[in-house]
C-alpha cells in the first residue's frame, strides 16, 4: 500500500468514524503504517498447523455414530464397549482377564439399564387373597356363566379350567403380606354382616347429610334467632343470614364464647412493680412507637391491638425481669407475631430491623419470638376490644363519626396503664357509650345495644367516667401519634370533638 493511499484512508477515518469496519479496509500496524503482507502471512501460518501435525478433532464428533456397538465419548474418539472375558484360569494368554477384573465388568455391564422388552399379549391373572370357606359371596347363574363362556372364545372351555378352579395357582401360593392382612382381616366377616354394617353406613350418611345441609341449618338458624331477639330490637343477623361471609347463624355465639375467653387471659394490673427498671412512662412510648409502626405498614388495627395485648400478656407471665434495653425488641416481636396471625402479606424481618434502626438482629428477633410463644402457651386468639366495637356499631347501624370516635377512645386506652386489667368485651362497651354521648344522641343506650353487648348502663358506668378522664388529660410531647392519627379527615377528625365536662348516666 503505497503512502498517497495511507494517506487517503487517513482522511476518509477522520470523517467517517469507525472506518475499519467498512469492507476492504486495509490493516494498519501501531505506527500508522500499513502492515507488512510478508509478517501477516507469517502470523497466519503460526495460526494454521503444520504438515506433519495431526489435526485435532472436535470435541463432539457425530461422524462414526452407529449407536450399535460403540458409545459416544465426550472428547470425540469413539469406543467400543469391551467385551466380556471369562476367566479360564490360564495364566500366560494375553486374553484371560484377573477375576477382580471380570467381577467390575460384569457388575457394569448389570448395572446398564436393560431394553424395554415389548408387552406380552398373553393374559395374566392378577395375583389374590384366597378367601375363607364361609365366605359365600354371591353365585353368578350357570346361564350367564355359559354364556360368558361363549362370548369369550367361541369354543370349547380348556380342559384344565375345572382344575385350575380347585387347585390354587402357583400366583396364589406366594402370597404377600398384604394379602394376608387381607385374609386375616376377612376371617370373620360373613354376607351378612358385610350388608348390616353397608346398610347402617348408609343410614348415617343420610342422617350426616341431613343435618349438615345448608338449608336446614339456615331454617333453625331462622328459628333461633327469631326466638331469642326481642320484639323491640331489630334482628341483625337475620338479615344477613344469607351472606355466608358474616356467618350470622354463629355469631352470637362466638362473640359470647369470647367472653368466657377474657378470663383465661386476664392481666396483672400490678405487673410492671417487679418488672424492675421499667416504667409506665415506658409502656407507654412503647405503645406510641407501635402506633406510629402500624400507621407507616399500613397494618390492621386487629395487629396493633393483639401486638400490645401479646406484650402486656408476656411481661404479666414472664418470671424474668426484661430490662429496658430489651423492651423495644419485645414490641417488635410483639408486632412480628401479630403481622403473622392476622396480616394477609406480613412484612419481613428486614423489615423490623430497619424499624429498629438496626439496634437488634434478624437472630435476636427470632430468639425472642419463641421466648414470647411460649410465655404465652401459643395462645393467639385473644379476645379484642377491637372486634367487639366493630360487633357492636355494626349490629346496631351506629354512624361512621360514633364509630371512629369509640375507635379514638380505645386506641388512647392502649397507653393507659391501670386500664391493662380491664374487659375487652366491656371496654368497647363504654367507648362506644361515651362516643354516643359526645355526639349528643338522643338514645345513648338503647334495647339493641343492651341485647347485643350484654351489658347494661350500670355495668359499664364507672368505666365510662374512667375514659372520659383519660381524654381530658394534657397529652405528653412524646405521645401525640393517636392524636395527630385521628385528627386527620380520614377518620372524621374524631380527636377534635369537643368533650364533655359532666357525663350523668
Same mark, same amino acid.
Given at each position: 500500500?503505497?503512502?498517497?493511499?495511507?494517506?487517503?484512508?487517513?482522511?476518509?477515518s477522520?470523517?467517517?468514524?469507525?472506518?475499519?469496519?467498512?469492507?476492504?479496509?486495509?490493516?494498519?500496524?501501531?505506527?500508522?503504517?500499513?502492515?507488512?503482507?510478508?509478517?501477516?502471512?507469517?502470523?497466519?501460518?503460526?495460526?494454521?498447523?503444520?504438515?506433519?501435525?495431526?489435526?485435532?478433532?472436535?470435541?463432539?464428533d457425530?461422524?462414526?455414530?452407529?449407536?450399535?456397538?460403540?458409545?459416544?465419548? #465426550?472428547?470425540?474418539?469413539?469406543?467400543?464397549?469391551?467385551?466380556?472375558?471369562?476367566?479360564?484360569?490360564?495364566?500366560?494368554?494375553?486374553?484371560?482377564?484377573?477375576?477382580?477384573?471380570?467381577?467390575?465388568?460384569?457388575?457394569?455391564?448389570?448395572?446398564?439399564?436393560?431394553?424395554?422388552?415389548?408387552?406380552? %399379549?398373553?393374559?395374566?391373572?392378577?395375583?389374590?387373597?384366597?378367601?375363607?370357606?364361609?365366605?359365600?359371596?354371591?353365585?353368578?347363574?350357570?346361564?350367564?356363566?355359559k354364556?360368558?363362556? +361363549?362370548?369369550?372364545?367361541?369354543?370349547?372351555?380348556?380342559?384344565?379350567?375345572?382344575?385350575?378352579?380347585?387347585?390354587?395357582?402357583? =400366583?396364589?401360593?406366594s402370597?404377600?403380606e398384604?394379602?394376608?392382612l387381607?385374609?386375616?382381616?376377612?376371617?370373620?366377616?360373613?354376607?351378612?354382616?358385610?350388608?348390616?354394617?353397608?346398610?347402617?353406613v348408609?343410614?348415617?350418611?343420610?342422617?350426616?347429610?341431613?343435618?349438615?345441609?345448608?338449608?336446614?341449618?339456615?331454617?333453625?338458624?331462622?328459628?333461633?334467632?327469631?326466638?331469642?331477639?326481642?320484639?323491640?330490637?331489630?334482628?341483625?343477623?337475620?338479615?344477613?343470614?344469607?351472606?355466608?361471609?358474616?356467618?350470622?347463624?354463629?355469631?352470637?355465639?362466638?362473640?359470647?364464647? $369470647?367472653?368466657?375467653?377474657?378470663?383465661?387471659?386476664?392481666?396483672?394490673?400490678?405487673?410492671?412493680?417487679?418488672?424492675?427498671?421499667?416504667?409506665?412512662?415506658?409502656?407507654?412510648?412503647?405503645?406510641?412507637?407501635?402506633?406510629?409502626t402500624? @400507621? +407507616?405498614?399500613?397494618?390492621?388495627h386487629?395487629?396493633?391491638?393483639?401486638?400490645?395485648?401479646?406484650?402486656?400478656?408476656?411481661?404479666?407471665?414472664?418470671?424474668?425481669?426484661?430490662r429496658?434495653?430489651?423492651?423495644?425488641?419485645?414490641?417488635?416481636?410483639?408486632?412480628?407475631?401479630?403481622?403473622?396471625?392476622?396480616?394477609?402479606?406480613?412484612?419481613?424481618l428486614?423489615?423490623? %430491623?430497619?424499624?429498629?434502626?438496626?439496634?437488634?438482629?434478624?437472630?435476636? $428477633?427470632?430468639?425472642?419470638?419463641?421466648?414470647?410463644?411460649?410465655?404465652?402457651?401459643?395462645?393467639?386468639? $385473644?379476645?379484642?376490644?377491637?372486634?367487639? $366495637?366493630?360487633?357492636?356499631?355494626?349490629?346496631?347501624?351506629?354512624?361512621?363519626?360514633v364509630?371512629?370516635?369509640?375507635?379514638?377512645? =380505645?386506641?388512647?386506652?392502649?397507653?393507659?396503664?391501670?386500664?391493662?386489667?380491664?374487659?375487652?368485651?366491656?371496654?368497647?362497651?363504654?367507648?362506644?357509650?361515651?362516643?354516643?354521648?359526645?355526639?349528643?344522641?338522643?338514645?345513648?343506650?338503647?334495647?339493641?345495644l343492651?341485647?347485643?353487648?350484654?351489658?347494661?348502663?350500670?355495668? #359499664?358506668?364507672?368505666?365510662?367516667? @374512667?375514659?372520659?378522664?383519660? #381524654?381530658?388529660?394534657?397529652?405528653?410531647?412524646?405521645?401525640?401519634?393517636?392524636?395527630?392519627?385521628?385528627?386527620?379527615? =380520614?377518620?372524621?377528625e374524631?380527636?377534635?370533638?369537643? =368533650?364533655?365536662?359532666?357525663?350523668?348516666?
Open positions: 500500500m503505497t503512502s498517497k493511499k495511507a494517506a487517503k484512508l487517513d482522511q476518509e477522520s470523517k467517517q468514524p469507525f472506518s475499519y469496519l467498512r469492507k476492504g479496509a486495509g490493516l494498519r500496524c501501531r505506527n500508522g503504517q500499513p502492515c507488512n503482507t510478508q509478517e501477516n502471512s507469517k502470523r497466519k501460518a503460526n495460526f494454521s498447523p503444520k504438515k506433519d501435525e495431526p489435526v485435532k478433532k472436535p470435541l463432539l457425530l461422524t462414526n455414530d452407529t449407536r450399535k456397538g460403540n458409545v459416544l465419548n #465426550i472428547k470425540g474418539n469413539t469406543t467400543k464397549q469391551p467385551k466380556l472375558i471369562v476367566n479360564k484360569g490360564k495364566t500366560g494368554d494375553e486374553n484371560v482377564m484377573p477375576k477382580s477384573m471380570v467381577t467390575r465388568q460384569a457388575k457394569a455391564v448389570a448395572a446398564q439399564p436393560k431394553p424395554a422388552q415389548p408387552k406380552s %399379549t398373553k393374559y395374566v391373572p392378577h395375583p389374590r387373597a384366597k378367601l375363607p370357606q364361609h365366605y359365600a359371596p354371591k353365585s353368578v347363574p350357570e346361564t350367564a356363566s354364556t360368558k363362556a +361363549s362370548q369369550g372364545s367361541g369354543s370349547a372351555p380348556h380342559v384344565g379350567a375345572e382344575k385350575r378352579s380347585e387347585k390354587p395357582s402357583s =400366583l396364589d401360593s402370597k404377600s398384604e394379602n394376608l387381607y385374609v386375616t382381616a376377612l376371617e370373620d366377616c360373613t354376607s351378612e354382616i358385610v350388608s348390616e354394617k353397608a346398610a347402617e348408609d343410614a348415617s350418611f343420610k342422617t350426616c347429610d341431613a343435618a349438615i345441609s345448608p338449608v336446614a341449618s339456615v331454617s333453625s338458624c331462622k328459628q333461633e334467632s327469631k326466638s331469642l331477639v326481642p320484639p323491640n330490637v331489630e334482628d341483625f343477623d337475620g338479615k344477613t343470614k344469607n351472606d355466608p361471609f358474616e356467618a350470622s347463624c354463629y355469631a352470637m355465639d362466638i362473640f359470647n364464647y $369470647l367472653k368466657t375467653r377474657e378470663a383465661f387471659f386476664s392481666i396483672d394490673g400490678s405487673y410492671l412493680s417487679r418488672q424492675i427498671g421499667l416504667t409506665v412512662g415506658m409502656r407507654a412510648l412503647l405503645v406510641d412507637w407501635m402506633v406510629e402500624q @400507621e +407507616s405498614f399500613e397494618l390492621n386487629e395487629t396493633l391491638y393483639l401486638a400490645v395485648k401479646i406484650v402486656d400478656l408476656f411481661l404479666s407471665r414472664h418470671q424474668k425481669v426484661v429496658k434495653e430489651h423492651l423495644q425488641l419485645v414490641g417488635t416481636t410483639a408486632l412480628l407475631i401479630a403481622s403473622k396471625y392476622d396480616e394477609r402479606v406480613p412484612p419481613t428486614d423489615d423490623f %430491623t430497619y424499624l429498629c434502626d438496626e439496634a437488634y438482629t434478624k437472630a435476636e $428477633l427470632v430468639a425472642m419470638e419463641g421466648i414470647i410463644l411460649k410465655v404465652i402457651d401459643f395462645q393467639l386468639g $385473644l379476645p379484642l376490644s377491637y372486634r367487639f $366495637l366493630r360487633r357492636y356499631a355494626r349490629s346496631t347501624k351506629a354512624p361512621m363519626d364509630l371512629y370516635l369509640a375507635r379514638y377512645i =380505645l386506641e388512647m386506652s392502649l397507653m393507659e396503664y391501670s386500664l391493662v386489667s380491664r374487659s375487652d368485651s366491656k371496654m368497647a362497651a363504654a367507648a362506644l357509650l361515651l362516643a354516643r354521648i359526645m355526639k349528643n344522641l338522643d338514645e345513648s343506650w338503647n334495647p339493641a343492651e341485647y347485643y353487648t350484654g351489658y347494661k348502663v350500670s355495668d #359499664i358506668k364507672d368505666l365510662v367516667h @374512667e375514659l372520659n378522664a383519660m #381524654i381530658h388529660k394534657t397529652p405528653r410531647d412524646g405521645l401525640m401519634a393517636v392524636r395527630s392519627k385521628y385528627s386527620h379527615s =380520614l377518620f372524621y374524631s380527636a377534635k370533638v369537643p =368533650l364533655k365536662d359532666n357525663i350523668q348516666l
